[in-house]
């Protein structure tokens, strides 16, 4: 009898665990494998959950499905809140006791770390996010949230709260057939740099974040002139 390859071999893979000691509190570390590399954009199937907690069927975890951002994360680039989502979601979960970092490997929104520093050089000469992203003849946004779905399958957890400002990746993960009862604000600081990146995400990406003044956008952009 004929059996498909996807029941042989299962798409998600876990490929190593262990518990990790962090600034916030101990987490198992979790590294998974998903689909197969880009070729196009050499991002890697390879991700990562951190766990803290008995989570298997547990509802209303409190969960952040969260990019990579090798900028902020690692050199310190002020230009997004990345690095500040990510530490907060661990922090709270930290607080709480119990919940879940899914860490994607899909730096630049799904468009790899080159086309990033490419849109980054035309956010530099005053174009936006968005437009620095269509002029390069790439998507707004081109996560995959399968990878998360999956391994939230996994680890056994019934429903989440989801951390995050971004309603497409609720309503995303809901077609997944992640149960997500309710949104959590991932709110944190914003600095000269950062803010016109925010406002573009609100008003262009219908995320829910604050307004930014106008002001303090344009001191910025003569800030990126000089």
Do not use: W
């Amino acid at each position: 009898m004929y059996v498909p390859d996807v029941v042989i071999r299962p798409r998600l893979e876990i490929l190593a665990k262990a518990p990790v000691p962090t600034q916030t509190g101990l987490f198992e570390m979790m590294v998974f494998r998903y689909g197969e590399q880009s070729a196009e954009s050499g991002l890697s199937p390879d991700h990562v959950a951190l766990v803290m907690g008995d989570v298997r069927g547990r509802s209303s975890v409190l969960v952040r499905v969260h990019s990579e951002c090798l900028t902020s994360e690692v050199f310190g680039s002020l230009k997004c809140d990345c690095r500040g989502q990510l530490e907060a979601a661990q922090a709270e979960i930290a607080r709480r006791g119990q919940g879940v970092v899914v860490y994607l490997r899909q730096e630049g929104r799904g468009i790899g770390l080159s086309n990033k520093i490419r849109a980054y050089d035309l956010q530099a000469r005053g174009h936006d996010t968005v437009d620095a992203n269509r002029m390069l003849g790439l998507p707004d946004d081109a996560r995959d949230y399968a990878p998360a779905a999956a391994v939230l399958e996994h680890l056994g957890v019934a429903s989440i709260q989801l951390m995050t400002n971004n309603p497409l990746k609720v309503q995303a993960l809901r077609q997944l057939g992640t149960r997500v009862e309710a949104r959590e604000p991932s709110i944190v600081g914003t600095n000269p740099f950062s803010q016109g990146y925010l406002e573009a995400k609100r008003v262009r990406m219908g995320h829910s974040l604050p307004p930014v003044d106008a002001a303090l956008i344009a001191s910025a952009e003569n800030i990126d002139a000089e």
